[in-house]
């Protein structure tokens, strides 16, 4: 939107097709509770810090959730490392061939 009127897309399908929200409809169902932003909160300090704080290791819903969170964060940055090679390979592939020439002799 710009200065609260749409922009024309022309004939470019919307982004809403490729978006795990589907739509702005279902947007409530994919946003994080107020509860679940402090739970990954607390993971990302605890993460930063080098790991759980000791006081909390013995503690089993933290464990879990930290498990939970971990696992989920661990993914996405898998996805995001494979698609930073694929488009650097990409780019290599696609650059131009340099001329072979014989050996040193």
């Known amino acids: 939107m710009r200065a609260g009127q749409p922009i024309p ?8 097709a490729q978006c ?3 739509s702005p ?3 409530d169902e994919h946003e994080l509770s107020e509860k679940n932003h402090r739970a990954v909160g607390f ?3 605890e993460r930063a810090a080098g790991g759980l704080d000791p006081r909390f290791r013995d ?27 694929s488009g650097s390979l990409a ?3 696609s650059a131009p061939r340099m001329p072979v020439r014989g050996g040193g002799r």
């Open 9 to 16: 897309r022309g004939k470019s399908p919307t982004p809403c």
């Open 20 to 22: 795990p929200k589907e």
């Open 25 to 27: 409809q279902k947007e």
């Open 43 to 45: 993971y990302a300090a």
């Open 59 to 85: 503690d089993a819903l933290v464990r879990e959730t930290m498990r939970i969170i971990d696992t989920i964060v661990r993914q996405y940055e898998a996805s995001e490392q494979a698609r930073a090679m």
């Open 91 to 93: 780019g290599l592939l």
